[in-house]
């Protein structure tokens, strides 16, 4: 009797590990043939018509489900700068201020594994042969501190520095005159705010 | 062997195999708070990434101004180079309204209609007239896109 069920148990031990061992391939085959169909590759999502200075050049990693990325650049007159999308963990963006080639080196992090692609050289053209002003847009505290500072500071200050100058001052400078000046205690403002009236300050 | 024997190993195997693919499962995305701690470290003004929200489209261009020592006529003619595309890569045509306004939102010059098909590249010439600009005032390019059968607006500020 107890024989019999030694017997059983050491056979399905046995079976249990060979079904475990075919599994085990099976899986192994099925992940290679996944990867090897999901290789990533780079697209340019804007047409070479537009690989001009001063633009953003937006890049969609494809191919793959991308759970990390990180990615550097190198261009020969040193111009350009590489910027992950805070949004998208497909994508990123590139810009350069001067005619130049750039490559892009990109880490991925996949569902199947991890990849590198190596991307280029991208030829970025100057945007125009025209001389010309190119006002480089800001920061959004810049707006957002332009407005605040307009309308809540400007009865008392100036900018400029005619009037009870300000220039260098922090967020936390702001945020201890608004606790010390009486005539500025009825201000409230958030953390955000003060760090952008600081910021159009020091702009 | 008894059915109790059976059932027993069954579930062994089977927790045996789930086990083996955990690794396959998504729980590796970047959730919603990652994305937001990356998007305050990654800012860069050399960029100028002005999306608050996840956009549909990167809008980028930069506003050419001919270098004139009159300041009347500096804003009397101004150029805007820029590129369209969705964030998908996919490019369906883009049907959209292109306008330089003031901070105000006041329209600078006339509005310009196209339709972007391969090409992403949008270029504009915008005659003004008589345009100046005060300390308070700054130059807005304001474009609405059809895309997917929905209406979109993006707004790129130049101080």
Same mark, same amino acid.
């Given at each position: 009797?107890?024989?019999?069920l030694?017997?059983?148990?050491r056979?399905?031990?046995?079976?249990g590990?060979?079904?475990?061992r *075919?599994?085990?391939?099976?899986?192994?085959l099925?992940?290679?043939?996944?990867?090897? %169909?999901?290789t990533?590759?780079?697209v340019?999502?804007?047409d070479a018509?537009?690989?001009?200075?001063?633009?953003?050049?937006p890049f969609? *990693?494809a $191919?793959?489900?991308?759970?990390?990325?990180?990615?550097?650049?190198?261009? #020969?007159?040193?111009?350009?700068k590489?910027m992950?999308d805070?949004?998208?963990?497909?994508?990123?963006l590139?810009?350069?201020?001067?005619?130049?080639?750039?490559?892009?080196?990109?880490?991925?992090?996949?569902s199947?594994g991890?990849?590198? *692609?190596?991307?280029? /050289?991208?030829?970025v053209?100057l945007?125009?042969?025209?001389?010309?002003?190119?006002?480089? /847009?800001?920061? /959004?505290?810049f707006?957002?501190?332009?407005q605040?500072?307009?309308?809540?500071?400007?009865?008392?200050h100036?900018?400029?520095?005619?009037?009870?100058p300000?220039?260098?001052?922090?967020a936390?400078?702001?945020?201890?005159?608004?606790?010390?000046?009486s %005539?500025?205690?009825?201000?409230?403002l958030?953390?955000?705010?003060?760090?952008?009236?600081?910021?159009?300050?020091?702009? | 062997?008894?059915l109790?024997?059976?059932?027993?190993?069954?579930?062994?195997?089977?927790?045996?195999?789930?086990?083996?693919?955990?690794?396959?499962?998504?729980? $590796?995305?970047?959730?919603?708070?990652?994305?937001?701690?990356?998007?305050?470290?990654s800012?860069?003004?050399?960029? %100028?990434?002005?999306?608050q929200?996840?956009?549909?489209?990167?809008f980028?261009?930069?506003l050419? *101004?001919?270098?004139?020592?009159?300041?009347?006529?500096?804003?009397a003619?101004?150029?805007?180079?820029?590129?369209?595309?969705?964030?998908? $890569?996919?490019?369906?045509?883009?049907?959209?309204?292109?306008?330089l306004?003031k901070?105000?939102?006041?329209?600078v010059c006339?509005?310009q #209609?196209? #339709?972007?098909g #391969?090409?992403?590249?949008i270029?504009?010439?915008?005659?003004?007239?008589n345009?100046?600009l005060?300390?308070n005032?700054?130059?807005?390019?304001?474009i609405?896109?059809?895309?997917?059968?929905?209406?979109?607006?993006?707004?790129?500020?130049?101080?």
């Amino acid at each position: 009797m107890e024989g019999g069920l030694l017997h059983d148990v050491r056979f399905w031990l046995l079976a249990g590990a060979i079904v475990k061992r *075919i599994a085990t391939l099976l899986a192994t085959l099925l992940l290679s043939v996944f990867a090897q %169909a999901q290789t990533p590759s780079i697209v340019s999502l804007n047409d070479a018509d537009t690989l001009v200075t001063h633009v953003a050049l937006p890049f969609h *990693i494809a $191919g793959v489900t991308v759970k990390e990325r990180t990615a550097s650049v190198q261009s #020969t007159s040193g111009s350009c700068k590489v910027m992950l999308d805070p949004f998208y963990v497909t994508n990123f963006l590139v810009k350069c201020t001067k005619a130049d080639q750039f490559s892009v080196q990109v880490w991925v992090r996949s569902s199947v594994g991890e990849h590198r *692609i190596n991307y280029g /050289p991208v030829t970025v053209a100057l945007i125009t042969d025209q001389t010309v002003v190119t006002p480089e /847009p800001q920061d /959004p505290r810049f707006a957002q501190g332009q407005q605040l500072f307009n309308a809540l500071c400007t009865s008392c200050h100036t900018k400029d520095g005619t009037q009870l100058p300000l220039q260098g001052k922090t967020a936390a400078d702001i945020t201890q005159a608004i606790s010390t000046v009486s %005539a500025m205690r009825s201000i409230s403002l958030t953390t955000a705010e003060k760090d952008a009236i600081a910021f159009y300050l020091g702009n | 062997m008894k059915l109790k024997n059976k059932v027993l190993l069954s579930m062994i195997s089977a927790t045996a195999l789930l086990f083996l693919f955990q690794n396959c499962s998504n729980t $590796g995305f970047m959730q919603g708070r990652d994305l937001a701690s990356e998007w305050s470290s990654s800012l860069d003004p050399f960029f %100028a990434y002005y999306y608050q929200t996840p956009p549909v489209a990167y809008f980028d261009g930069v506003l050419v *101004i001919p270098n004139d020592a009159d300041p009347a006529a500096r804003f009397a003619d101004i150029g805007f180079i820029g590129s369209l595309s969705l964030v998908d $890569g996919s490019q369906p045509s883009l049907s959209y309204k292109l306008e330089l306004r003031k901070n105000d939102g006041s329209r600078v010059c006339p509005q310009q #209609t196209g #339709t972007l098909g #391969t090409r992403t590249r949008i270029e504009f010439d915008c005659v003004t007239s008589n345009l100046q600009l005060t300390s308070n005032e700054w130059l807005v390019a304001w474009i609405q896109f059809t895309a997917n059968g929905k209406t979109y607006t993006l707004e790129k500020p130049f101080h």
